[in-house]
């Protein structure tokens, strides 16, 4: 009666019923596996969140962990290799990680794979692409006896995708338009090292919102091909209700191109494709006043280079998912992705002002800039007609000619830096191969460049 006096009936009973969900689930999960009938060893959750902490937060693979712990608490061998077996081969750390997960939402007031602070009606939402070709699955890692716990949430199914780019009408990865912008040719260069390392899964194509948020993402079982990212495009044409939509992508110069030839305007239609603000720069002048993120109306200060944030995070999962079964690999992804959701979920305010406060500086910034410009007896006409000028100027920097000796070994240089900063920070041990031939074959080249010059 005291706590129908108090008004505290409503908070009664919703924590009641949150305490039922809880055990629903963690009864479903215990009674859907025979194996847990007679349990010989139960575990802390504290001890459960700290492996799952030290692999989603650490990089650290489950047995690495327990290795850590048992130098720290003083195990034995025979006792460190019998919880890891049972965390393993029980499926023991998979279902607590799912279980905690679903617990985590179960009221509904935060959801993981959905961006707080993207229009849900109106407005501009923008999406950024890319592929991975680090976060590959080797054919003998074997096989799964169910699917994903996390079901199709943040991937596509792979049937799906396997179905859609196997009928794709047309997918050469090389189309005549722009063939002479410059552009970086991720798929091309690890294609043949797939199929030596007998890969399953060659990589992840994957799309984020312009706060980061992961969005969709498929596995991929080819080099980089038009087919991947039509089908992230059509995905997302489908979610996105009554609210603009751009995209950028490493190649659009080139995807626009293809999807104008291959007549699927409806979709150019219903997404602006546009290139982020780093990889521009990797193009000529032409494509930049045309797709560059600092030239197109609209796109503000959006750099569109979300998805190298986010594989800066989930690449070095790769030694941990190579050697997983579908399934599994699927869920830890998944996991990472949420993780890395909830990481920016608890710091949007602060990212949001900090946004803002910085395109805030630079709007003054530029007004006092043109303060000083039209003093000069120069009108916003003016201003205009200089932007309009220098666009022109720029699209006209496309030209068949071929380069210079100069202009080609410079551009190669440029490139062959480029790849040696890259793999200076990178961890990865295939993504290192890659890289590294790819340097030893610049490298040859600029020799013979060297070598033609001096003769």
Known sequence: MSLMKEGNVS???????????????????????????????????????????????????LYTSCQSIRWKNGWTSEMTDSIYRQLTNEEC??????????????????????????????????????????????????????????????????????????????????????????????????????????LDKTGVFGSACRHDFPCKFLNMEHGERYAYPVMMLKKLVEDKQDTSLVVSYDISCKLNAHLQKTNQTDILGN???????????????????????????????????????????????????????PSHRIDLLTDALLHFSRR?????????????????????????????????????DDVAGWKEDEKNRLKKTRSKTKMSWKEEYVSKLQIYQHMREQLAVTEDEISVLTISQHCESLEKELRAHEKKKQD
């Open 93 to 198: 750390f998979e279902q607590f990680r799912h279980f905690y997960h679903r617990n985590r939402t179960l009221d509904g007031t935060y959801m993981e794979d959905e961006c707080p602070a993207c229009p849900k009606s109106g407005g501009t939402r923008f999406i950024a692409l890319d592929a991975n070709f680090g976060l590959v699955r080797k054919q003998n890692a074997g096989t799964s006896v169910e699917g994903a716990k996390h079901g199709n949430k943040l991937f596509i199914d792979d049937e799906e995708v396997s179905s859609f780019v196997n009928t794709y009408q047309t997918d050469s990865g090389k189309e005549k338009e722009h063939s002479d912008c410059n552009q970086f040719q991720a798929g091309d260069s690890v294609r043949s090292k797939n199929k030596a390392l007998r």
């Open 11 to 61: 908070n009664v009973l919703w924590k009641v019923a949150h305490v039922l969900a809880y055990l629903t689930i963690l009864l479903h999960l215990v009674i859907g596996h025979h194996h847990l009938k007679k349990p010989t060893r139960a575990y802390h959750q504290g001890f459960l969140l700290m492996l799952t902490y030290l692999m989603l937060e650490g990089h650290m693979s």
């Open 344 to 380: 920016k979920y608890m710091n949007i305010v602060d990212a949001v002002k900090a946004r803002e406060e910085k395109a805030q500086l630079m709007h003054q910034q530029a007004v006092h800039q043109l303060k000083d410009i039209l003093e000069g007896n120069y009108s916003m």
């Open 271 to 325: 997404a602006k494709l546009v290139l982020p603000c780093w990889h521009a720069y990797g193009h000529n002048g032409s494509c930049q006043v045309s797709y560059s993120t600092r030239w197109v109306d609209g796109c503000g200060l959006v750099d569109g280079e979300n998805m190298e944030r986010i594989w800066s995070y989930a690449r070095p999962f790769s030694h941990i998912t190579k050697e997983m079964t």
